[in-house]
């Protein structure tokens, strides 16, 4: 029996909600508050409540998130903001469209995160400090004014060292918390366990549909800490108004409205539980996979870290006739990211070429990421280990496979 294992399977959790949705669209319809009011409010208290942060802000997907973060903190044309180039655009593309240049460093090789050594060398290297202090770049005398983590696959980057670093060179740090709702880390400096989206000044979050936390359409939130951010941040997304009608500065329209916010409450309630799931998944591909003698690098998850697996991403060394044989039976994979963002067309003019960063451009290359879901069943993840088993060995589905159970 061959059934099909989709990379992910977003209609069965929504069914199950149905109702629930039904009467967040009823109460909306009866109240017509569509844009703001105690919908989006509620939302905002309860994921800040979530991710241990004192503010959250809804915005209206996770690109505007990242950018309006960047903007509410400052930055701008003739600034530079360093991240890392195996991520998805919109990291990058946030970075631009604030008016600052992204400056790309290379990732640790276990986690595929950002690498606080290479920020260090980065600035280190290729920045010097200006007459004021401040470090700009050496080639372009652009200001280094902040640092982007990203939080890839649903695993915290490693945030005590890269938060020395930035404070030893006054930079400020976003999180791009965009597939990291719930994800943890324990801080040592800060002795404590904390959540992704409370411990940079302030982080992005994406609720696009196929997320942790995801809309039922488009979405997004800030994170922050700082009032003065949280401030800025409603007026930005709000055309530039705090009052209506009266516009403080050029600003965009990224509100969240009311319907996803509504439904993001409903999911939010499912969310650690749907994060456990996942984890529960992830430990069963580890422990499968182990157990076959697949040519495969497995996920690395740090000693402090609580990963939620948004991706659940290994590495094999022929790729692209791993997808097609897995295709061939069925299995849904995928890649994040196939070509990294310093190779990629839309940053040409950054000046980047094959070789820029070793690690990133070696890991894009056999990154693949497995069918990942938090209903995703034993049988299934059974299913895919055989078939990539299989395919990775060269022989025949690997049938010694006992039923292990899952905590
Ligand atoms: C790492 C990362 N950053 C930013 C974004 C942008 O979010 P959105 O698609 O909601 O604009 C995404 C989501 O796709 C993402 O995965």
Redesign the pocket.
């Known amino acids: 029996m061959n059934r099909e294992i989709p990379f992910l399977d977003l209609v069965t959790p929504h069914r199950e909600l149905q109702e629930e949705f039904v009467e967040v669209l009823r109460k909306a319809l009866n109240s017509a508050a569509f844009i703001g009011g105690t919908e989006l409010e509620a939302f905002e208290r309860e994921f800040a409540t979530f991710t241990g942060a004192t503010n959250c802000v809804g915005v209206a997907?996770?690109?505007?998130?990242?950018r309006f973060a960047l903007m509410a903190l400052g930055v701008q044309a003739g600034d530079a903001v360093i991240t890392v180039a195996n991520?998805?655009i919109?990291?990058a593309e946030?970075i631009s469209q604030s008016g600052a240049r992204p400056y790309f460093v290379d990732i640790d090789e276990r986690t595929y995160n950002m690498s606080a050594a290479k920020v260090r060398e980065f600035i280190t290297t290729k920045c010097h400090r200006d007459a004021s202090g401040n470090v700009v770049t050496s080639d372009l005398g652009l200001r280094v004014k902040a640092v982007i983590p990203?939080h890839?696959y649903g695993q915290m980057a490693d945030m005590d060292p890269i938060l020395a670093v930035a404070e030893e060179f006054g930079l400020l740090v976003v999180e791009?918390a965009?597939?990291a709702h719930g994800a943890e880390y324990f801080s040592v400096k800060q002795n404590a366990w904390l959540r992704a989206g409370s411990i940079g000044h302030a982080a992005?979050f994406?609720?696009?549909p196929g997320?942790n936390l995801g809309a039922c359409g488009?979405?997004?939130a800030v994170t922050t800490n700082s009032e003065d951010v949280a401030r800025k941040i409603r007026i930005i997304r709000d055309h530039g108004q705090a009052q209506k009608y009266y516009h403080d500065v050029e600003g965009y329209n990224g509100r969240l409205d009311a319907i996803q916010a509504g439904f993001l409450r409903v999911k939010l309630r499912n969310l650690a539980q749907g994060n456990l799931q996942r984890r529960a998944a992830a430990k069963r591909y580890n422990e499968l996979l182990a157990e076959t003698n697949a040519d495969v690098v497995l996920p690395f998850e740090l000693v402090h870290s609580k990963a939620v697996y948004h991706l659940y991403v290994i590495r094999v060394r022929n790729r692209d006739e791993f997808r097609e044989r897995m295709a061939e039976a069925k299995v849904g994979t995928a890649i994040h990211y196939p070509v990294p963002l310093h190779l990629q067309k839309a940053y040409k003019h950054l000046g980047y070429s094959v070789g820029d960063f070793p690690i990133t451009e070696a890991v894009s290359a056999e990154i693949v990421s497995l069918p990942m879901f938090p209903h995703i069943t034993e049988a299934q993840i059974r299913a895919v280990v055989n078939h990539a088993a299989s395919v990775l060995e060269g022989s025949a589905a690997v049938e010694t496979l006992q039923p292990v159970a899952v905590s």
């Open positions: 997907n996770g690109t505007d998130a990242l991520t998805f919109a990291t946030a990203v890839l791009d965009c597939q992005a994406s609720f696009y997320k488009e979405a997004g």
